[in-house]
């Protein structure tokens, strides 16, 4: 028996819990080349995030890209790495370990959480596993993509989907598509604005930058354009910003071809080609700060900016580990659990092992029953 079919074995007398896995993109494990080319390597090879042919892509890939971008790359990461490490690595940790305490308080020992990344480490199928060996028989998968695109949400989908099947036994699944017009994640990133606006004064124009992907995805019927939009007009209308004074651009194009539009750079060169003196940047499509927050928004695109003639541009931060996201993240989470057993009020985790207990009982006196009959 190999040790897959051990863990997947039922365990009489355990008690179940629920398993919540919260995913995000991913980072490299060091900002080093041979590091990033790993990460771009598992990222970019998958079909959700470029949908050429294989015979076409995989050679410009491993011939080109592979062998020119990840030393530009770690550059780019050695210029927010941390102490901690990765940002985007260190306070996904940190959003798991509030949100696995907030779950502890409103449903004690019920419930089990694990942060897992689509590219790189912790991997989908790690966080998978390590909620099965804690006996986790229902999971939640809370892909922290506000706005759904194949690309992320749906990447999340086929990694664990891939996992599953070499499950012998598959827990039940719920899996979140997307949380773009929740009313609490539009009043957690309202406040997070209305806050560094309290402290750093208003700037004249309020730009929101999403993640971009390729025209040729909206064509194909992909929902994140128009969730995009529908978040930026929600998040406005929530903070009384007049229509004049604030405006939507897509940021982190790759490739060649046509990407949603506007993109974010053309929009800050033309606030910039006015004389605007100063504008405020907030990326409502990323939970947790990354490379694309903190060194494309904050440092590539301040300097586009000021050279359009712009004063000063400000990023306003993620909502990464503060108190009001991990408020939405859990009531997020309990919303999507209701109707399971363990997330009843009266379940009684002692009553239910008690009965796995009566029905192992029952289970060895027939198994004895059954080898006193076959000696």
Request: glycine share 8%.
């Amino acid at each position: 028996m190999n040790r897959e079919e051990r863990q997947s074995n039922f365990e009489h007398g355990r008690v179940t819990k629920i398993g919540i896995l919260v995913c995000n993109l991913g980072t490299p494990d060091a900002p080093n080349a041979r590091a990033v080319r790993r990460f771009l390597s598992e990222f970019l090879s998958d079909v959700r995030v470029v949908e050429l042919p294989r015979l076409l892509w995989l050679p410009i890939l491993h011939g080109v890209v592979l062998r020119l971008r990840p030393r530009r790359s770690a550059a780019a990461y050695a210029k927010i790495w941390r102490e901690d490490g990765s940002p985007l690595m260190a306070i996904s940790l940190r959003q798991g370990a509030a949100l696995r305490s907030a779950m502890e308080a409103k449903l004690p020992g019920r419930t089990a959480v694990e942060v897992a990344m689509r590219y790189g480490n912790p991997s989908i199928s790690t966080g998978l596993r390590k909620l099965r060996e804690m006996n986790a028989r229902k999971i939640f998968i809370l892909p922290l993509y506000p706005q759904y695109a194949g690309s992320s949400t749906g990447s999340v989908f086929d990694a664990v989907s891939a996992e599953l099947g070499r499950w012998r036994w598959v827990p039940t699944i719920r899996f979140l598509n997307d949380y773009h017009a929740d009313e609490l994640y539009i009043g957690a990133l309202a406040k997070s604005v209305q806050t560094y606006w309290a402290t750093h004064g208003r700037g004249n124009h309020l730009l929101m930058s999403f993640h971009g992907t390729p025209k040729a995805s909206l064509l194909r019927g992909d929902p994140y354009h128009c969730q995009c939009q529908a978040t930026a007009r929600l998040l406005a209308e929530r903070l009384q910003v007049p229509e004049s004074d604030w405006s939507i651009g897509f940021q982190s194009r790759f490739g060649w071809n046509e990407w949603l539009q506007p993109y974010t750079t053309t929009r800050l060169r033309q606030l910039g080609g006015t004389g605007l003196k100063q504008v405020d940047v907030v990326c409502p499509g990323f939970a947790v700060d990354c490379l694309e927050t903190l060194e494309e928004i904050e440092l590539q695109y301040d300097k586009e900016f000021i050279k359009a003639g712009g004063g000063s541009l400000r990023y306003i931060p993620a909502l990464n580990d503060s108190p009001d996201h991990i408020e939405m993240l859990t009531s997020l989470t309990l919303r999507n659990i209701t109707g399971w057993n363990e997330a009843e009020p009266n379940w009684d985790a002692s009553l239910d092992k008690s009965k796995r207990e009566a029905v192992k009982t029952r289970a060895d006196r027939m198994k004895n029953h059954r080898s006193s009959q076959n000696p």
